[in-house]
Nanobody, 121 residues
Framework: QVQLVESGGGSVQAGGSLRLSCAASGLTYSPACMGWFRQAPGKEREGVAAINSGGLRIYADSVKGRFAISRDNAKNTLSLLMNSLKAEDTAMYYC???????????????WGQGTQVTVSS
């Protein structure tokens, strides 16, 4: 059974930084793509950043230049370094794995339970 467990969320003031981590277990394959998504109350889940097994990265326009995604293929871990956080970054953040290198929610097959990030202005 695949498990993705996120950690590192919390509360921070605007302009601050947080690092999210995701540990994957039970995988019988090395995911072609792993990504971070977020969902704010009353809004749809949206893609934040993704990285494929070769290290290529894609980011949502709203986080470019502020967030950095990385992964350790050998350890099956995923990280998201978030700098210059804004109030609009407040959301539940989810780790996900899937076969397609895109930031579309339907393309991802395995999901974590999420970790809350709250940014106060």
């Amino acid at each position: 059974q695949v498990q993705l467990v996120e950690s590192g969320g919390g509360s921070v003031q605007a302009g601050g930084s947080l690092r999210l981590s995701c540990a994957a277990s039970g995988l019988t394959y090395s995911p072609a793509c792993m990504g971070w998504f977020r969902q704010a109350p009353g809004k749809e889940r949206e893609g934040v950043a993704a990285i494929n097994s070769g290290g290529l990265r894609i980011y949502a326009d709203s986080v470019k230049g502020r967030f950095a995604i990385s992964r350790d293929n050998a350890k099956n871990t995923l990280s998201l370094l978030m700098n210059s956080l804004k109030a609009e970054d407040t959301a539940m953040y989810y780790c996900a794995a899937g076969p397609v290198f895109r930031l579309n929610v339907p393309d991802y097959t395995d999901w974590g339970q999420g970790t809350q990030v709250t940014v106060s202005s």
